[in-house]
């Protein structure tokens, strides 16, 4: 068709009529998967309402793209068009008809499907300035009707656009451009309703929020190249069920799962998502850690297929860079599909997804474009696997996000080896309901018997010696051929502790959180095949870590010496230790019960280690299901302690505060920010690396140069500022402390022969 105006250009041109049907398709099997999820939450007839805004919204979208001005700009990129073409194709909508609710909704959507409802520009394209004087509004008023003039050129291709759809035929199309008047009086009526609005789930505050979440989740996939929104998942091959999945599969609603690692908590937790099921809605699978949301991935993905399940976390885009990079060695072939992969599954797109739950909190403190995230989580399933693994900080955040939830129609699996009566309690408070609870019965089967009563350690308390007092055990072990993992609370610890063994063997490995990236992956690697026969190479007789080996390592040693930690996190160590049962007698796991007081309280709450150790069973008792899943329950018999109680209250009524601020159509800068706030660490350079990081840099291989970042806590971050060892450059925050391949970032030693770029 001549003057048919163009979405995009590029080595592909897409043309506008193309887009807006391909968006409009999308919303419609969105429509279709969330149909009874929305009538639950509004009623038959809101819900048909806001069916027909979303439609009628994604095939006007993007009808301002039609002025000369946008087409321009399109084809040459010097020129800029500055104008929002979401202002015309919401005041296209608005002079078509008067105004009903359906209208509303579809239009304000229109209008803030690339800003928010406070973006200054848009405001001002829109007439409603923040300064009416005179020639400001009478500026403001022609520059819009030189845009509106724009259309003109193509006026008759909008109208045949517009009498070809059949949503669009009952409205009366706008008989020239003069007939078309700014949204001022619109925006001004719309930004007055929404302030007065209370909580995210009345529902108009509902609808609004849902309409501009999908239009834009609509967009962005189509303008992704993505033309299907997936609302089925296939029927996965599972091993035949045991009696405890069979339950839980079987049950409809919330449930509670409490079975130790090992019994297949994965399977049961399938089983109740796909028996759950009601239309299109998503899957949520949350975990606390991202080296086990990379292990779950890869084994929903067997099961499901690729194209089902989306990997989401803070590190996603240097997970799947890893991963391509190995496999081609080349940079820039890498880093695309990587970049493709890792923006397909941010996409309202495929029906699984793996992640922390901070992926799911970040849209309720309200970031940009949080009605996305919001609009998706709507009637879903949430799954959350090791939820003792959270502080009273987060728990309280998931509690009131799982409220919220609760009110939004999800449904809520929760699962865990050990699960505290107390933790229980709060969830069920934020529920509002009763929840069933299941796990092993020790009467189902033999192997359930056998599961239960099988000893895979044997705990040995050393009440009068530290971590640093077991060396010579330590040492005897390794010469006794034993692979030994030796775990302390703190870097520097588990640095000195390494450094000693390493005088007297050579199969000595450390691992913890202070490498780059680049070689703590290599380092995870090199013990894990080493421990799994696929590299001769590499001899282990110890590793000395920190607690992130307590999720990061599917490895198994034949003894742990570990310094004493909460009841939870000796735990995951000790299943660190005959994981798979191959020493049927069960081994020894050692645990050094004094600690300094002063240095590890920044670590772990004290009162939460004394009633760690005045609840563990006595000196070399056999730790079977039960016992250990006793010794949690008498440590957490009381709830928080009290430290924890007061951080809990106090990221609740904060939490609150967001929660009750949040608007549709508004980005909440506050909460934003209180959300990254949560993260208490700092990403700084090693100067020794800083050569090859530049290089890295100015040959655009950005992947690459971030994986020599190492991530350091707020405490040391702010112990180096003051001592002056920390610059920026090139907007990176380079340290000036010694930085060794072996040992990692050493913050009480500068490096001499370093110095700020």
Known sequence: MVNEPLAKSGDVPITLREHLQQVADYARTIAEAYREHWELLLGKETAERLRKALLLAALTHDLGKAAEGFQRALQERKFRWEFRHEVLSASLLLSSVP????????????????????????????????????????????????????????????QSFWQSQPMLQGLAFPQTPDNISPPTDFLKRQKEAIDDMRGLTERESLALLLVRGWLMASDHAVSAGVSQFLSKVPQPQLPSLRPFQRNVGNHKGSAFLEAPTGSGKTNAAIVWALNNRKGGERIFYLLPYQASIEAMADTLEKLFGKENVAVVHARALDYAFR?????????????????????????????????????????????????????????????????????????????????????????????????????????????????????????????????????????????????????????????????????????????????????????????????????????????????????????????????????????????????VAPVDDLLQRFGRVNRYGEHAEGVEVHVACRFDRDRLIRVYDEERLIRTLDAAPKDGTPLKVETAAEWVRQVYHDGWTSREQKRYEQAKRAFQNVLSALRPLCRLSEGEEEFYGLFQSVEVLPSKLYAEYDAHMREKRYLLANQLLVPIPLGTFHMLNNKGLLARQNDVLIVNVTYDDELGLLPEEVDIDASFI
């Open 99 to 158: 105004e009903d609710e359906v209208l509303e909704w579809a239009t304000i959507a229109v209008l803030t499907h690339h800003r928010d409802l406070n973006d200054a520009q848009l405001l001002q394209e829109c007439g409603l300035v923040s300064l009416p004087m005179p020639d400001i509004v009478r500026t403001a008023h022609e520059k819009f009707r030189s845009k509106v003039k724009e259309l003109e050129k193509r006026w008759q291709w909008l």
């Open 323 to 563: 991963q391509y990079f190995e496999e081609s060695g080349e940079y820039e072939s890498a880093a695309e599909q990587a970049k493709l992969e890792t923006e397909l599954n941010k996409l309202a797109h495929k029906p699984i997804k793996v992640a922390t739950p901070f992926q799911l909190l970040k849209w309720l403190f309200g970031i940009p474009r949080f009605e996305i995230g919001i609009s998706e989580m709507v009637g879903g399933l949430f799954i959350f696997d090791e939820i003792h693994a959270y502080d009273a900080h987060v728990v309280a955040l998931i509690a009131e996000m799982v409220r919220v939830l609760k009110q939004l129609g999800g449904r809520f699996l929760f699962m865990s080896a050990t699960f505290p009566p107390f933790l229980k309690k709060l969830i069920v408070e934020a529920l509002g309901e009763d929840v069933p609870e299941f796990g092993l019965d020790s009467e189902a089967d033999s192997w359930t018997r056998k599961f239960l009563n099988q000893v895979r350690h044997i705990v040995r308390l050393h009440s009068d010696k530290t971590l640093e007092d077991l060396l010579p055990d330590i040492v005897d072990a390794i010469r006794c051929g034993k692979k030994v993992l030796v775990v302390a609370n703190r870097v520097a610890q588990a640095q000195e502790i390494y450094r000693q063994l390493r005088e007297q063997f050579d199969g000595i490995h450390l691992l913890h959180s202070r490498f780059t990236r680049r070689d703590r992956v290599s380092k995870e690697r090199a013990v894990i095949d080493a421990l799994w026969g696929r590299r001769s190479d590499v001899l282990v007789q110890a590793l000395v870590a920190t607690q992130v080996v307590e999720v990061s390592l599917d490895i198994s040693f034949d003894t742990i010496f570990t310094e």
